[in-house]
């Protein structure tokens, strides 16, 4: 018997062996897993010189200022925030087909809904295996590169910024990079940045198709060069009593589309040892969505009411140019500009936002290798339609404590 069950053992390895010929298994690794925890604790101290909405006091997006005088109150605020602290962890397990890598991260900075507080705020959620990635991460219709080393939270108003749900396929990587993804077509996020249209009584959002995405990127020691594109399809809808009488009878009183699409150049030029010029410009219609401030993707064409009024994708242009500079190993400043300007159309409202435009210089002290302390002074102004415009001057100082261990 003991010999029979020998016997039967040797044959189901034998039959193994035939099957997987001499190819290692398939996750035999071929590397060494990693898991890596990592994050900051930091405070940020917030001298506001004007006024904002209050849920947004802790940054400077300037299409938060008012262009109604007191609107939200006395001109000048102080605050004291830790919602810019940020906790991630991040892995990766080595296959005999390529490595897996996922991460996931968040900060406390509350938006949407949960604007104002002090709460989760998902970041990165994704996982990352031979060409493909799937889950949420910078879209690739940004360059996260350009980003500069401010303080303030939110940062540029005039650069693509947004960490959206996506499949995305990488066949080309090295110094060449080409990239194509589908992303998430819904709301972003921030309740300010919602694809719906504009002044259009009773409209909502119809997102029949994922947005399309892709980037080609070329980098070297001198810094790199993206181009990335973005094809979308926006629609609304308009829902009320399609049979008027004393019974309400719900359904889609109106629906209508557009095409959005545009284009995003960008560039980081290294300079010296560690300075580099960080810039970007984008243009394309229905976008808003995926700037990091200001605008609406869509409106009506005319005055709601009219019964020709059809959705229009409304057309934006954003320019971000920093300078970050390090005077020592000690000491770093970052200094730029940078807008948002919609050209609106003739059905969105008078106090509809226009232009956004956002400055900002700091000084930066690292007296050891994961402490900083930073002052920054912002200055942001917003235009409406109308011509109405504020605009708002403020100071903030950071205190930054960096933590991390790989197991």
Same mark, same amino acid.
């Given at each position: ?12 390895? =034998?039959?193994?062996?035939? *099957?997987?010929?001499? +190819? ?6 071929? !590397?060494?897993?990693? @898991?890596? $925890? ?118 540029? =108003?005039?650069?693509?910024? *947004?960490?959206?749900? +996506? ?6 990587? !090295?110094?060449?990079? @080409?990239? $194509? ?227």
């Amino acid at each position: 018997m003991i010999h029979q069950l020998k016997k039967s053992a040797v044959t189901a390895i =034998a039959a193994g062996i035939a *099957l997987t010929g001499t +190819q290692a298994p398939l996750f035999a690794a071929e !590397g060494e897993k990693s @898991f890596e $925890v990592y994050g900051f604790a930091q405070l940020d101290y917030i001298q506001d010189f004007g006024r904002v909405n209050p849920d947004w006091e802790d940054t400077l997006r300037p299409s938060r200022i008012p262009t109604d005088e007191d609107q939200y109150g006395d001109d000048g605020q102080a605050m004291v925030s830790v919602k810019q602290s940020r906790f991630g962890v991040k892995g990766t397990l080595p296959t005999a087909k390529g490595d897996i890598n996922t991460k996931f991260e968040f900060d406390m900075f509350g938006v949407g809904d949960d604007a104002g507080e002090t709460t989760i705020r998902l970041r990165h959620a994704y996982g990352e295996f031979g060409q493909f990635l799937a889950g949420q991460t910078n879209s690739l219709f940004m360059d996260g590169d350009i980003f500069p080393n401010t303080i303030d939270y939110w940062g540029p =108003a005039g650069m693509v910024f *947004l960490r959206n749900p +996506q499949i995305r396929w990488t066949p080309i990587k !090295g110094n060449q990079t @080409f990239a $194509v993804a589908i992303e998430n077509p819904g709301n972003d996020i921030d309740s300010g940045q919602y694809r719906e249209v504009a002044d259009f009584p009773g409209a909502q959002g119809d997102q029949e198709l994922p947005d399309l995405t892709a980037h080609y990127r070329l980098k070297g020691d001198w810094g790199h060069v993206q181009v990335a594109g973005i094809l979308r399809w926006i629609g609304t809808e308009v829902l009320g009593d399609t049979d008027p009488g004393p019974d309400t009878d719900l359904g889609v009183l109106y629906d209508d589309d557009d095409t959005g699409w545009g284009i995003n150049l960008t560039s980081v030029v290294n300079l010296f040892e560690r300075d580099a010029i960080r810039v970007g410009i984008v243009y394309g219609e229905g976008i808003a969505s995926y700037m990091n401030d200001g605008g609406m993707d869509a409106g009506p064409d005319r005055a709601p009411g009219d019964p020709d009024v059809q959705i229009e994708a409304v057309e934006l242009t954003g320019v971000s140019a920093y300078y970050d500079h390090w005077w020592n190993d000690q000491w770093s400043s970052a200094a730029g500009y940078s807008f948002t300007k919609v050209d609106n159309i003739d059905g969105q409202t008078d106090d509809t936002f226009k232009k956004g435009q956002y400055a900002s210089a700091n000084l930066l002290y690292y007296p050891v290798e994961n402490v900083m302390v930073g002052a920054e002074l912002l200055w942001g102004e917003r235009e409406d339609f109308d011509g109405d415009d504020g605009d708002d001057t403020r100071v903030q100082i950071s205190f930054k404590y960096n933590f991390g261990s790989t197991l």
